[in-house]
């Protein structure tokens, strides 16, 4: 992909902050000269039978159609006979991995100035497979569902960006000790793998332990595999560790090399509409969309104004303890550019 031409993206702004966080991505981009032209689908009111969730089947063949996409926050609506759209779009578009990386920013001060590590969580299966249901009054049974073709393929992923991204190390993150056949058969997939890649260092690691470590020297990690539940409870933590959810970004990544990228974080809905939003994390998630389309020099670009603008400290929004606007602190990363 050119620079010059312009490229389709499914673009979902979401609910609450991020129809406000998505405008803020479209003029960073717009001002860095990355023309995209931009299919917007916003969430329906009503559900749509084909998808069974407030997403239509429009939306979804747009993301298929380009293969690229950007996802604001979006809220499930409370009610019966629909999916979460969440889950909708990680089971409609194949999304079996979900890549987060954490790393501290420069001139942003937490508590570590040296973490940078990337989890990569398997994203269709696990306990959230959504398969419950009471047994007798009283006593209710959920299923952890654990597929040698999933973990297979995660794990063939994990080391893929790991030999593609110069990382040294991959570590799979497990409680085989107690669950033996579920996360057994996870391991032993990532090992069947990491045999193909002599290259990267493997390890295995148990979650409480992993825990324990990466609150008190997260250095000591660089790629990490996981089912999905630990991926979901340890992506969050590693979150907390470089300063919270409005400066994590992440994508999903589906069959036939689809990219969907998304902040981590909700919808806000106690800021939404007040300009007070911090769209660090959608911007870093488009970063890392662009270099999905190789187009790493305007990822470099963009991703420079946002560290420079953060570490000058002049234009911080609320949650990094400034009193900067959605527009002004967007404004500062334009000029940075
Ligand atoms: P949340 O992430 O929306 O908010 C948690 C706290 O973090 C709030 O105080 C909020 O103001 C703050 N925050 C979040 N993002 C911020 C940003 N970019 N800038 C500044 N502050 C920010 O979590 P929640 O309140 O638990 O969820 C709200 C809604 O979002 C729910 O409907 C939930 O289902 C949905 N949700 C969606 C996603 C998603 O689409 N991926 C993820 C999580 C929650």
């Known amino acids: ?177 107690i669950m033996r056949k579920t996360d057994g058969l996870f391991l032993k997939c990532c090992r069947e793998v990491a045999e193909k890649y002599p290259e990267i260092t493997y390890e295995e690691v148990i979650i409480d332990n992993c825990c324990m470590m990466l609150v008190k020297n997260p250095a000591l990690f660089d790629v990490l595999v996981m089912p999905n539940l630990y991926g979901d409870i340890i992506s969050d933590l590693c979150a907390g560790l470089v300063g919270g959810l409005g400066l994590t970004p992440s994508c999903n990544i589906g069959e036939g090399g689809i990219c969907l990228a998304e902040a981590v974080h909700g919808s806000a809905p106690d800021i939404a509409g007040k300009n007070m939003a911090n769209p660090t994390a959608l911007l870093l998630s488009a970063v890392m969309m662009l270099r999905h389309l190789k187009l790493n020099d305007k990822a470099d670009q963009i991703h420079g104004a946002i560290i420079k603008t953060i570490a000058d400290g002049k234009y911080r929004t609320a949650d990094l303890g400034g009193s900067s606007s959605t527009t002004d602190f967007t404004k500062a990363i334009c000029d940075n550019l």
């Not at 717009?30 to 429009?58: C, M, N, Y």
């Not at 420069?106 to 299966?125: A, F, H, M, Q, S």
């Not at 306990?127 to 569902?145: N, T």
Request: net charge positive.
């Open 1 to 177: 992909v050119s620079p010059s031409s312009p490229i389709k993206a499914t673009l979902f702004p979401g609910d609450g902050i991020g129809p406000e966080i998505a405008e803020s991505v479209k003029k960073v981009l717009t001002t860095a000269d990355v023309s995209i032209d931009w299919d917007e689908h916003f969430v329906g009111d009503k559900v749509d039978p084909r998808t069974q969730s407030f997403l239509t089947w429009e939306s979804l063949e747009s993301v298929r159609r380009n293969g690229v996409g950007l996802k604001g926050p979006m809220a499930t609506p409370i009610g019966k006979g629909h999916r979460s759209l969440n889950l909708t779009l990680r089971k409609e578009l194949g999304l079996y991995a979900n890549v987060r990386p954490c790393y501290s920013l420069p001139g942003y001060k937490t508590r570590y100035d040296d973490v940078d590590l990337v989890t990569i969580r398997e994203n269709t299966e696990g306990e959230y497979s959504g398969l419950e249901h009471q047994v007798v009054r009283g006593v209710v049974e959920s299923l952890k569902i654990i597929t040698r073709q999933a973990s297979l393929r995660v794990a063939e992923y994990a080391f893929h960006y790991a030999k593609t991204h110069g990382r040294q190390r991959v570590s799979a993150i497990h409680k085989a000790n």
